[in-house]
């Protein structure tokens, strides 16, 4: 069983900067090596943002590569995502979810169902 929860969302003007949180609780710390973030929009199907693993790096979709970074503290069990240089079309509702198999990953045709975990979300809203 692993439980996540999101924080750190919030309003900013387009070309701010927010970071995200996922503090993540599990029994097996295999559960929460392979991670990521998803977001979804009004209207929209939920997207893969970034995963990580922590014997890799990340993967990140074309929208956000060079101004989103996907991290790690494992001493601490928390995900982050660092979102620079934000724009309107960030506007979405952010997800953190746990337990993939790396192997399988790819960022270009991930799924909800990838992932065995997700926390409830919080909302990132960028004003133009």
């Known amino acids: 069983q692993v439980d996540l929860v999101e924080s750190g969302g919030g309003s900013v003007q387009a070309g701010g900067r927010l970071r995200v949180s996922c503090q993540a609780s599990?029994?097996?710390?295999?559960?929460?090596?392979?991670m990521g973030w998803f977001r979804q929009a009004p209207g929209k199907p939920r997207e893969g943002v970034a995963t990580?693993?922590?014997?890799?790096?990340?993967q990140y979709a074309d929208s956000v590569k060079g101004r989103f970074t996907i991290s790690q503290d494992n001493a601490k069990n928390t995900l982050y995502l660092q979102m620079n240089t934000l724009k309107p079309e960030d506007t979405a509702m952010y997800y953190c979810?746990?337990?993939?198999?790396?192997?399988?990953?790819?960022?270009?045709?991930?799924?909800?169902?990838?992932?065995?975990?997700w926390g409830q979300g919080t909302q990132v809203t960028v004003s133009s």
């Open positions: 979810a746990a337990d993939c198999d790396w192997a399988f990953i790819s960022i270009r045709s991930v799924e909800e169902a990838d992932f065995g975990y």
């Open positions: 599990a029994v097996y710390t295999s559960e929460t090596a392979c």
């Open positions: 990580i693993d922590s014997d890799d790096g990340g």
